[in-house]
């Protein structure tokens, strides 16, 4: 009897670990989950700190704006404004479409705020960008580009679907 006893308690002692383990991994997988959640924030106020600060806007509206000078026709591009605003837009472009290359931003808030930035501004510096590269024996700025691949295409799906609304709460509706 006393050793059908220590069974049953044993299998009741197994129970309650196994029911606490699980809890605990529940528990565990949720904490993560809400910290992967406070994580994509930071990375996301970060980019759009990067992206909405006066300098680059004042170089996007620029580059956006402006005749740009011919790709070659700087001569000293370290002191020359033109040269420097034109960098300071893709180099923004490029980080940007390298956080959504390697998932470490989700890509549809980047992309419904800025997609027109991103065309207007690939397709005014895109000589520039070539001419850098072949200067650069290289691939340069490609993440840009690609972003700018991405833009067209969300635009092309943004195009045939209504725009975006925010969702109305019941006291809006009234």
Same mark, same amino acid.
């Given at each position: %009897?006393? =050793?059908?006893? #220590?069974?049953?308690? /044993?299998?009741? @002692?197994?129970?309650?670990?196994?029911?606490?383990? @699980?809890?605990?991994?529940?528990?565990?997988?949720?904490?993560?989950?809400?910290?992967?959640?406070?994580? !994509?924030?930071?990375?996301? @106020?970060?980019?759009?700190? %990067?992206?909405?600060? +006066?300098?680059? @806007?004042?170089?996007?509206?620029?580059?956006?704006?402006? +005749?740009?000078?011919?790709?070659?026709? /700087?001569?000293?591009?370290?002191? &020359?404004? +033109?040269?420097?605003? %034109?960098?300071?837009? !893709?180099?923004?472009?490029?980080? *940007?479409? /390298?956080?959504?290359?390697?998932?470490?931003?989700?890509?549809?808030?980047? $992309?419904?705020?800025?997609?027109?930035?991103? /065309?207007?501004? !690939?397709?005014?510096?895109?000589?520039?960008?070539?001419?850098?590269?072949?200067?650069?024996?290289? #691939?340069?700025? =490609?993440?840009?580009?690609? *972003?700018?691949?991405?833009?067209?295409?969300?635009?092309?799906?943004?195009? &045939? &679907?209504?725009? $975006?609304?925010?969702?109305?709460?019941?006291?809006?509706?009234?």
């Amino acid at each position: %009897m006393a =050793h059908e006893t #220590w069974n049953v308690v /044993i299998a009741a @002692s197994t129970l309650v670990g196994t029911v606490v383990v @699980s809890v605990t991994a529940i528990l565990a997988y949720l904490q993560l989950k809400e910290m992967t959640a406070a994580r !994509w924030v930071e990375a996301i @106020s970060k980019v759009f700190d %990067m992206l909405i600060n +006066d300098e680059i @806007s004042k170089a996007r509206r620029y580059v956006r704006t402006k +005749d740009l000078p011919p790709p070659g026709t /700087i001569e000293d591009e370290i002191t &020359n404004e +033109d040269y420097q605003r %034109m960098y300071k837009v !893709w180099t923004s472009f490029d980080n *940007l479409g /390298i956080m959504i290359a390697f998932n470490m931003l989700p890509e549809h808030l980047p $992309l419904e705020m800025f997609h027109t930035q991103v /065309i207007e501004c !690939w397709e005014k510096l895109e000589p520039q960008i070539h001419f850098e590269r072949q200067r650069r024996k290289g #691939w340069y700025a =490609h993440f840009f580009e690609d *972003l700018y691949i991405l833009c067209i295409e969300y635009r092309t799906k943004r195009q &045939n &679907n209504p725009p $975006l609304k925010l969702r109305k709460t019941k006291e809006h509706e009234s």
